[in-house]
């Protein structure tokens, strides 16, 4: 069984940073897939960055160049550093693992980005 915890989530100033967490437990390998998603107010669920092992990653082009994807494979977490926050950033981040084609969510940490 795959749990999935995150944390990190506040209100920040436009241009501020957030360092997102989650940690997972259960049988958990690099080779899974691990990534983050966010859901704004009345919004559709959209990806943010996904990674595997630690050498795959992609990310969603609105958060390029200031938002970075990590993950600690001993321990289990991963992590989602933000940069230069801007107030359409504001939404709902979840963690998301995919493993042997399920896939398993948190349950969110909210961020707002607001002055």
């Known amino acids: 069984q795959v749990q999935l915890v995150e944390s990190g989530g506040d209100l920040v100033q436009p241009g501020g940073s957030l360092r997102l967490s989650c940690a997972a437990s259960g049988s958990i390998f690099s080779r899974d897939v691990m990534g983050w998603y966010r859901q704004a107010p009345g919004k559709q669920r959209e990806l943010v960055a996904l990674?595997?092992?630690?050498?795959?990653?992609n990310y969603a082009d609105s958060v390029k160049g200031r938002f970075t994807i990590s993950r600690d494979n001993a321990e289990n977490t991963m992590y989602l550093q933000m940069n230069s926050l801007k107030p359409e950033d504001t939404a709902v981040y979840y963690c998301?693992?995919?493993?042997?084609?399920?896939?398993?969510w948190g349950k969110g940490t909210l961020v707002t980005v607001s002055s």
């Open positions: 998301y693992l995919e493993k042997y084609g399920r896939g398993y």
């Open positions: 990674i595997t092992g630690g050498t795959f990653i």
